[in-house]
């Protein structure tokens, strides 16, 4: 199938770290992406990284990829309010004469002050 | 440097009528992709245009279709709309082959409500 799962709902204090999980399907070389997305705004990308890649930081943002578990995580140091917002992780898979995005459901993150 | 833009924002039609959504892409890009997205879902890929053509196409009906012009904005058109139809539809925009490697960038959708 072309699912690509995460968890629904994270809730954390300001100052904490947030950490997302996204497992995805896709067994060949492929990009994956991080994507934000405010109350009624459209997709803002945050970071990506390339399957041959375990890890990527970005200031605040660091994402760790396990491959053979196609696992892949989105760490969020030091969470502001700012950061609340749902966010996607996305696989890049490929077609016959291009490529699309496949999405999971998203990740609501709450941040308490 | 303009990001995605997308129009209107927001719209209201009812069920059977038939409403065309627009898009320009990012400066320099020449590659644009329509999802949809449903309430408390991801995006759902529509399809993708290059060079004027429809390049690959999602699961969604012949209902939905589109056009890329010369300077490589987009248009998405949908007939027959149902009351499904409702959802923020999502242009997004890429380089084919370009250092970036076709990340795709999003504008801020157009919220269409099929009454």
């Known amino acids: 199938g072309e699912d690509v799962e995460q968890s629904l709902f994270l809730s954390v204090r300001e100052g904490d770290s947030s950490v997302i999980n996204c497992t995805y399907t896709d067994s060949s070389s492929t990009y994956l992406y991080w994507y934000k997305q405010e109350p009624g705004a459209g997709l803002q990308l945050l970071t990506y990284i390339f399957s041959n890649m375990d890890m990527k930081q970005d200031q605040r943002l660091t994402v760790l990829l396990n491959k053979k578990d196609k696992h892949l995580s989105l760490r969020i140091a030091d969470t502001q309010t700012g950061d609340s917002a749902i966010y996607f992780c996305?696989?890049?898979?490929?077609?016959?004469?291009?490529?699309?995005?496949?999405f999971g459901a998203g990740t609501i993150l709450r941040v308490k002050s | 440097d303009a990001g995605v833009t997308q129009s209107p924002t927001h719209l209201i039609k009812t069920r059977g009528q038939q409403v065309t959504l627009r898009c320009s892409p990012k400066?320099?890009?020449?590659?644009v992709s329509w999802y949809q997205q449903a309430l408390g879902q991801g995006p759902q890929f529509i399809f993708q245009y290059y060079e004027e053509e429809e390049r690959q196409r999602g699961n969604f009906p012949d209902r939905f279709s589109g056009h890329q012009f010369p300077n490589y904005s987009s248009e998405l058109n949908v007939n027959a709309l149902l009351l499904g139809d409702s959802a923020l539809y999502l242009c997004?925009?890429?380089?084919?082959?370009?250092?970036?490697?076709?990340?795709?960038?999003f504008g801020p959708g157009t919220r269409l409500t099929v009454l």
């Open positions: 997004a925009s890429s380089l084919l082959g370009g250092p970036s490697t076709d990340t795709q960038y």
């Open positions: 400066s320099g890009h020449d590659t």
């Open positions: 996305a696989e890049r898979q490929h077609m016959e004469y291009g490529n699309k995005l496949v």
